[in-house]
């Protein structure tokens, strides 16, 4: 038999989680926006060796990775807009990273490809992210870290389910009320 607690219930019943309307007002958004700015900021500032800017390095990585790509296929990747992704070829190509080529099956596409600078970038961006990785896991353990990872994809996902039917004509958006 377990031992007693001063209530006299005997401590074996099973632990209930938290609501979420219990933490919903604990910042959470707040922290996750936090967090997430300050690690591109510190990627940025390790980046700045390599010549590139925040958000270039995820284009190399994906080229690095992919081979060509569309502008199209890259925003869709990278999970940006279109015309943000055409802004950054176009400045990763006058930086002489990447060089666009019509597509070998289809001439009404434009693929996007590396250069040779574009290649040689890969490394020192992995390195870049290998230190920011570094300096934001400091003091935290390979299972808190593990943890981590594991609790922030489950909040993207949660974060990825289809949105609700647009609201009435005679229901205000949250944007209406700010």
């Known amino acids: 038999m377990g031992k007693k607690h001063k209530d006299g219930k005997d401590g074996k019943k099973a632990k209930k989680k938290k609501s979420h309307e219990a933490v919903s007002g604990a910042g959470l958004a707040g922290a996750v926006v936090n967090a997430a700015r300050s690690m591109r900021t510190v990627l940025s500032r390790n980046l700045l060796a390599t010549g590139l800017y925040a958000g270039q390095d995820g284009v190399i990585l994906a080229l690095s990775d992919e081979g060509g790509l569309t502008a199209g296929a890259l925003a869709a990747r990278l999970g940006v807009k279109a015309p943000t992704m055409t802004r950054t070829?176009?400045?990763?190509?006058?930086?002489?990273?990447?060089?666009?080529?019509?597509?070998?099956?289809?001439?009404?596409?434009?693929?996007?490809h590396l250069t040779e600078a574009g290649r040689a970038s890969v490394d020192r961006i992995t390195e870049a992210g290998r230190l920011?990785?570094?300096?934001?896991?400091?003091?935290?353990?390979?299972?808190?870290v593990r943890n981590?990872?594991?609790?922030?994809?489950?909040?993207?996902?949660?974060l990825h389910v289809t949105l609700p039917d647009a609201p009435r004509s005679s229901e205000k958006t949250v944007?209406?009320?700010?």
Not at 148 to 158: H, T, V
């Open 89 to 112: 070829i176009g400045r990763l190509e006058a930086q002489g990273f990447v060089e666009r080529r019509p597509d070998e099956t289809d001439g009404r596409l434009t693929v996007v």
């Open 132 to 144: 920011s990785e570094q300096q934001a896991a400091e003091g935290l353990s390979e299972k808190d």
């Open 148 to 158: 981590l990872l594991k609790l922030l994809r489950a909040m993207d996902e949660n």
């Open 175 to 178: 944007a209406d009320e700010i």
